[in-house]
């Protein structure tokens, strides 16, 4: 799972996250709502990263619902974050869904064959 797409895009989107951030607090000078989206959209990725080691399947799956949890929480704030009039480049939405979408398939992937 170390060269995974789940691992590669989620990763890369924590790095978007962080510009985001701070762009956003930079030029909006808002730090609520971007301490929320920095903690949950950059803990996907740790996440699906420690989902890398788990100690067997259901520690596995425990630990992608977790990054599914994160992401969706993450949707959330960036969804805040667009309806605000804070950030308006809806493509780190898009990122957002298309990495929920990954992680619900591989949850349901790695359920099938427990």
């Keep these: ?21 701070n762009k956003v607090r930079t030029e909006r000078k808002e730090s609520v709502l971007t301490n929320q989206l920095l903690r949950s959209g950059t803990s996907i990725g740790a996440n699906i990263r420690e989902a890398a080691f788990a100690h067997g399947k ?4 425990a630990k992608l619902q977790i990054a599914l949890k994160e992401c969706s929480e993450t949707e959330y704030w960036l969804e805040l974050l667009i309806e605000a009039d804070f950030y308006d480049d809806k493509n780190i939405l898009e990122s957002c869904l298309e990495i929920k979408k990954m992680l619900i398939s591989s949850i349901n992937t790695a359920k099938s064959s427990i």
């Design 1 to 21: 799972m170390k060269d995974s797409p789940l691992i590669t895009k989620s990763k890369r989107f924590a790095l978007d996250i962080i510009e985001i951030c």
């Design 58 to 61: 259901a520690d596995f799956v």
